[in-house]
């Protein structure tokens, strides 16, 4: 797996009449990653089969780069309507050469029937476009079927649709660059409602917990007195958010308070001394020292980069 301060380098090969869903599931995620963090964690290239250009399933026509890439860190294969047709000796070629060049190889919507059937994907676990599971039973036998959204098996990756796509694109950026950004792309395309946090939760517990530092951004509340008005015990809150988060309640509210500071970056011209008081740190220093820790820039940087 690559580490943080590596740049991944992505290949997108296209087959005709592919889901431009799925296509933007799983790209536009790395775009964010790169735009919120202020980096190029990720570049991307896209390619077919002949160089030539490739039409969706809705009839948007993309050109591949002249240039293919020879290596890649992650290879994502979309095809979607005519996989059956797309599945020739010349297709199956290509995929054995060019997966032995990548890191990590990903089939996207029934992607992994063409993966299956150029021998890539025996005794592994594989899943695709739900449809087609029963079909894909049949036909390959040695190659595990799990009917869910996404799957891992070590370098080989598979979804079946462009949900299913978005969440498997969300682990990776995870693996590779955290959980606080993972958070932040997660909550870029999947706007909450009313007081709601940008930090997905499960239980009751949390999402309260995470509301009341919401609403009290200016004025950060103590751990213990959030967890008295939500009338548990400062460990159960801290057991409950680590169980589900990953995080304690300080890195949490933490979080919460210095995405509010990014926000005010984007979209307002006041002063750092302003923005700083608005977040609740009692200093524009403070906020710049934990601003860079959490984002990697300081707060000056990450503004002129917008």
Known sequence: MLNSTQTCQITFLLFDRFSNMVLANVLEPFRAANTLSGRNHYTWSIQTVDGRDVSSSSGLTIRPDEVPRSKSDFLFVLSSYGFRAQDTPRTRAL????????????????????????GLLNGKRATLHPDVWDAFSEQFPDVTLERKGHVS??????????????????GLIGDHLGEGLRRDVAALFQQPSGTETLIPAKSKLVRQALALMGDAIEMPLEIPEI?????????QLERQMKRELSITPVKAYRHVRLTHVRQLLEATDLPMSEISIRSGYESASAMTRAFRLEFGQTPTAYRATR
């Open 95 to 118: 995929l054995r050469k060019v997966a032995g060049q990548a890191g990590v190889v990903g089939g996207l919507d029934a992607g992994a029937w063409l993966l299956a059937s150029s």
């Open 153 to 170: 098996d070590g370098k080989w990756l598979s979804c079946g649709g462009a949900m299913s796509g978005f969440e498997m694109t969300l």
């Open 227 to 235: 967890a008295h008005r939500l009338g548990v015990g400062q460990r």
